[in-house]
Structures are given as structure tokens and as C-alpha cells.
């Protein structure tokens, strides 16, 4: 299914002792490029999200932002820096002792003094936190595919209305071509005809310039060639990969065939009917530099 490069995803839960927060949102971009805002304590989940979220996005610029919150409070202990308070205690000591002044050392006087406490986490058991995250990250990046296919979707109806366009100009230039061609004969015999007068025309030579002139406006191959680049568009939208960029290029192609018609147009209809799909090409493209 077609999805969309701009989507955006969010979960939250409990799990196993941790309150988890993620957040994923994605806007175009030629490749995968991604970024991680997270506690600092568990970077060594940045790579294996990474890795987990390839699995399901292939182009776009993916930004992401986790939150962990561990509520176990085994996870935190508190220690004395002994050295330290015995240092704080001896020059409290000294100093009454010196100006004679009363020594009113508590032990909750010492709560001011936050380097005497040494606050540590205990290290984090990854494979339990990644299962953790990896279940809120899951419900997440299925909120956001699911925007990317809504959106993929709407993309996809309008890309495959303008492709019905291109294909009824198509039709009408294959229709219109060889009309040209007798027009253009019947010009010349007329042209030759009040130049020369009642003198018999030359049939050979009228003949001659009518097939250069059907060879130079010959279009068929192009019409040919955009049927072709047209029901291969309609394949890529039933593909279950990644086609973007693969959209991308046959557009090219599109437009190329396009300015060859328009380069040999001899005909006024013809020639808007080729600006026609130029128009519709250059929309389809602005589409398609939305798709994955």
C-alpha cells in the first residue's frame, strides 16, 4: 500500500515498572534519517529503535522522543560520602571552638550540603527496558502507519485521476495525429493548385511531401511509450514496497515523451492537449515527492 512520508504516531503506558512515553512524527526526506530524544541513562536503546523502526519506514525524516520514568525505588539508592561529612563536622567543631560559638551540628542541618549524598540508579536491565519500550514504541508506529496509509491513499486516488486524464489526451492526439497529415495534404494540393493553375499537379512529388511531412509529426511511438509509463504506474500502486522514488523516475519519463509530442505538434489541439498533460505531470510529480 502507498504511504505517505508525513505521519505521526504517540503511545503511552506502564509496563514492568517504568512509565514509557513515545512519540514519532516523519516529513519528507530523499532517505531514512532519524533522531532520538531520550534520558541520557538509556542510550543504548537508540540503535535497536532505529533498527525496529527500518523495519517499517524506509524514506523520511523521522523524529522521535521517549520518556522513561522508572517507579521501582529499589532502582535508587542514597550513600554518605563519609570523608566529606567528616570534614564538614571537624570544621564546624573548629570553628565554634575558635569564636565560641554553640555547635548546633543535626543531622538534618547536613540536608543542605547535597554533595555529602551520593544518589545512584542501579544499571538498568536492557533487555527488560527494551521490552518494555518496544511495546509502547509498537502501539505508537501502528497510530503512525496508519496515518501514512490514510494519507497514501488520498495521494494515490488523486495521482491515478490525473494519470485518466493524461491517457484520454493521449487518446485524443492518436485520434487527431493522422487528421493532421490530410490536412497538411490537402493545404499543399490547394497551395500547389493556385500557384500553378490549371496544370496537372504532380501527384508523386504532392505524395513525397506528404510522407516527409507525416514522418515529421509521426507520434505514435511517444503515445505508445506514455500507455506503457502509465499501466506501470498503476502496477507500482498495488506493490507492498517502498516506490517513491521508482514514481519519481517514470514521471521523468512521462514529461520527456510529453516534450517530444509537443516538439512535433503541428496542430493547435494537439499542442494544448499536450500542455494538458504537462500539467497534470508536474502535479503528479508534486505528489509523488510525498511518497515513500
Not at 28 to 43: I, V
Not at 169 to 196: A, G, H
Amino acid at each position: 500500500m502507498v504511504k505517505s512520508m508525513t505521519g505521526y504516531g504517540r503511545a503511552q503506558d506502564m509496563i514492568d515498572g517504568y512509565n514509557i512515553s513515545f512519540e514519532i512524527k516523519s516529513v519528507n526526506h530523499r532517505y531514512f534519517e532519524y533522531t532520538l530524544k531520550s534520558p541520557r541513562a538509556y542510550g543504548f536503546l537508540d540503535d535497536r529503535l532505529k533498527k525496529y523502526l527500518q523495519q517499517f519506514i524506509s524514506r523520511g525524516k523521522v523524529d522521535c522522543f521517549l520518556t522513561i520514568e522508572a517507579l521501582d525505588e529499589e532502582n535508587v539508592t542514597v550513600n554518605v560520602n563519609h570523608s566529606l561529612a567528616s570534614g564538614y563536622i571537624n570544621a564546624f567543631n573548629e570553628l565554634s571552638e575558635r569564636y565560641s560559638i554553640p555547635n548546633d551540628i543535626t543531622v538534618s542541618s547536613f540536608a543542605r550540603y547535597g554533595d555529602i549524598f551520593v544518589v545512584s540508579k542501579a544499571e538498568a536491565d536492557e533487555e527488560r527496558v527494551w521490552n518494555a519500550v518496544k511495546t509502547v514504541v509498537s502501539a505508537a508506529v501502528s497510530n503512525f502507519i496508519a496515518m501514512r496509509e490514510t494519507e497514501g491513499a488520498k495521494m494515490r486516488d488523486d495521482i491515478l485521476s490525473r494519470a485518466d486524464s493524461i491517457i484520454e489526451c493521449v487518446e485524443f492526439i492518436e485520434e487527431r495525429s493522422p487528421q493532421t497529415v490530410k490536412e497538411y495534404n490537402d493545404k499543399l494540393l490547394e497551395r500547389m493548385r493556385e500557384l500553378i493553375g490549371d496544370t496537372t499537379v504532380d501527384e508523386q512529388r504532392l505524395l513525397t511531401e506528404a510522407a516527409i511531412f507525416a514522418d515529421k509529426i509521426a507520434v505514435a511511438e511517444e503515445t505508445v511509450r506514455l500507455r506503457s509509463h502509465i499501466a506501470q504506474l498503476r502496477t507500482f500502486f498495488d506493490s507492498d514496497e517502498a516506490v517513491g522514488r521508482k514514481l519519481d523516475f517514470l514521471v521523468q519519463e512521462i514529461n520527456r515523451e510529453a516534450n517530444t509530442i509537443g516538439s512535433k505538434a503541428q496542430n493547435v489541439e494537439i499542442a494544448r492537449r499536450v500542455l494538458n498533460i504537462k500539467a497534470e505531470v508536474e502535479k503528479i510529480r508534486e505528489q509523488i515527492q510525498n511518497i515513500e
